[in-house]
């Protein structure tokens, strides 16, 4: 019926709850686990070009955050892949 599991995070305990229930679902229906968090598009043109380097690199840092915090969930569930 179901191939996977979309699991959207925001950096919250709250929403990571779910991950236990998530986990025991996703291993007894033999499915794999897709974790996701939503990362900012700054997209408004630049004023100028050093403006338009300092956009860039808050959205890189940004995508790196993010990374980082989901690849530590899961270092927590080792089962994941």
Do not use: C
């Not at 995070?9 to 996701?36: C, K, N």
């Not at 990362?39 to 630049?46: F, G, L, T």
Request: proline share 10%; net charge negative; aromatic share 10%.
């Amino acid at each position: 019926m179901y191939d996977r599991i979309f699991v959207p995070l925001d950096g919250f305990p709250l929403a990571e709850q779910v991950l236990p229930y998530v986990t025991r679902i996703a291993a007894g229906m033999g499915i794999p686990i897709h974790l996701a968090q939503v990362v900012p598009d700054i997209s408004e043109a630049p004023a100028d070009p050093a403006h338009g380097l300092y956009q860039s690199g808050i959205s890189a840092g940004a995508r790196d955050e993010a990374m980082d915090y989901l690849n530590s969930v899961k270092r927590i569930f080792p089962a994941w892949k």
